[in-house]
């Protein structure tokens, strides 16, 4: 199984910056891709963003311009930047992951972590 711990969330005013991180731990697990989503109150979770292992990114629109992921490969840990932060940006952040047991023919599983809150005030 995989373990994932999440830190960085918080309250900033407009314009600001965060960033958030989340490191995955598991033995003798290949991870594909990491990323973050989202869940405001009332709304549904939405992708923020994520990367695979080949290091493709991919964003919400919303973002686009604004955050960065990244990730560490040899601590298994992945970045989010949050820069010019919005009102609109918060929501609860959820890291997640899809990985397998580093075996030929592995089946994809799938973690989320707690998730971190995020405040952005006018």
């Known amino acids: 199984q995989v373990q994932l711990v999440e830190s960085g969330g918080g309250l900033v005013q407009g314009g600001g910056s965060l960033r958030l991180s989340c490191a995955a731990s598991?033995?003798?697990?290949?991870?594909?891709?990491m990323g973050w989503y989202r869940q405001a109150p009332g709304k549904e979770r939405e992708l923020v963003a994520t990367t695979t292992s080949g290091g493709t990114r991919n964003y919400a629109a919303s973002v686009v311009g604004r955050f960065t992921i990244s990730r560490d490969k040899a601590s298994n840990t992945v970045f989010l930047q949050m820069d010019n932060l919005k009102p609109e940006d918060t929501a609860v952040y959820y890291c997640n992951t899809v990985w397998s047991f580093c075996v030929h023919g592995a089946n994809d599983h799938e973690n989320w972590g707690q998730g971190t809150q995020v405040t952005v005030t006018s």
């Open positions: 598991g033995d003798n697990v290949c991870i594909s891709r």
